[in-house]
C-alpha cells in the first residue's frame, strides 16, 4: 500500500479484555514504531522493531503490554485485561532500512477506548 | 539520555502574525532532526527536516534551521493562517546499534484565531 495502515481505526472494549492492534507499515521499511497519545498528550513512546526483533522495549508500561512482528511487516500490539487508563490513540510509524535521516511515516492510528 | 525540549503551548495568534516554537535537543551522536504536524481528527505527518548542521529545512512557509551550537531547531513561519492550527512535534532521530531511533517533544498546540 502507499502508506501505513492500522486496524481498527476505532476500538471500544470493556475493561478486562484483551485487545489486538495491528499496523502494517510501507512496503520495505524495516524498522517500525510505536507510539501512544492519550487525549491532548504528546506521544509516549512503546516499543522499536528493526526487523523481527525489538531491541527497544523500555517505553512498554506494563507486563500487560506485547509486541510482535513477523517477516519483518505486520506487527500486533497486544494489550491484555484493558485498563481504563489504556484509552488512547496507538499510532504505528515506519521507516526505511539502515539509512541516516529517514522519517517516520505514521498511520492513522486506532483510537481505543476501555469502558 | 536523548531528549526534544519544545516551547509549552498553547500558543494562540492572529491570522497573519510572525510564529516561532522553540525547540531545543539533547543528543549523544549527531542526530536529524524534524518538525511533525498535526491537524485536528489527522494522524502526524513530516513537515521539514533537516540533516546537518545549518541546514534549513522548509515547507508550506514554515521554516527551521539545524543550530549546532545552541542545539536547537526553532520552527518559524512569518505569517500564520487559519489553516496552520494544529499540535506542532520537534522530533530528532540517531543511528543506534539496531538502527534508527526517534525522540519526539511534547508537542506545541497553536490555535490561530481569523
Known amino acids: 500500500g502507499a502508506g501505513v495502515s492500522q486496524s481498527p481505526s476505532n476500538k471500544v472494549t470493556e475493561k478486562g479484555k484483551d485487545v489486538e492492534l495491528r499496523c502494517d507499515p510501507i512496503?520495505?521499511?524495516?524498522?517500525l514504531y510505536w507510539y501512544r497519545q492519550s487525549l491532548g498528550q504528546g506521544l509516549e513512546f512503546l516499543i522499536y522493531?528493526?526487523?523481527?526483533?525489538?531491541?527497544?522495549k523500555s517505553g512498554l508500561p506494563s507486563d500487560r503490554f506485547s509486541a510482535e512482528r513477523t517477516g519483518g511487516s505486520v506487527s500486533t500490539l497486544t494489550i491484555q485485561r484493558t485498563q481504563q487508563e489504556d484509552s488512547a490513540v496507538y499510532l504505528c510509524?515506519?521507516?526505511?532500512?539502515?539509512?541516516?535521516?529517514?522519517?517516520?511515516?505514521f498511520g492513522p492510528g486506532t483510537r481505543l477506548t476501555v469502558t | 539520555g536523548d531528549s526534544v525540549t519544545q516551547m509549552e503551548g498553547p500558543v494562540t495568534l492572529s491570522e497573519e502574525a510572525f510564529l516561532t516554537i522553540n525547540c531545543t535537543y539533547t543528543?549523544?551522536?549527531?542526530?536529524?532532526l524534524f518538525w511533525y504536524v498535526q491537524y485536528p481528527g489527522e494522524g502526524l505527518q513530516l513537515l521539514l527536516k533537516?540533516?546537518?548542521?545549518?541546514d534549513k529545512g522548509s515547507n508550506k512557509g514554515f521554516e527551521a534551521t539545524y543550530r549546532k551550537e545552541t542545539t536547537s531547531f526553532h520552527l518559524e513561519k512569518g505569517s500564520v493562517q487559519v489553516s496552520d492550527s494544529a499540535v506542532y512535534f520537534c522530533?530528532?532521530?540517531?543511528?543506534?546499534?539496531?538502527?534508527?531511533?526517534?525522540?519526539f517533544g511534547p508537542g506545541t498546540r497553536l490555535s490561530v484565531l481569523p
Open positions: 533537516a540533516t546537518k548542521a545549518d
Open positions: 510509524a515506519s521507516s526505511a532500512p539502515l539509512a541516516w535521516s529517514y522519517e517516520q511515516y
Open positions: 512496503s520495505g521499511h524495516t524498522a
Open positions: 543528543a549523544t551522536g549527531y542526530p536529524s
Open positions: 522493531f528493526q526487523g523481527n526483533s525489538a531491541p527497544d
Open positions: 522530533a530528532l532521530s540517531l543511528r543506534d546499534n539496531y538502527g534508527q531511533n526517534f525522540v
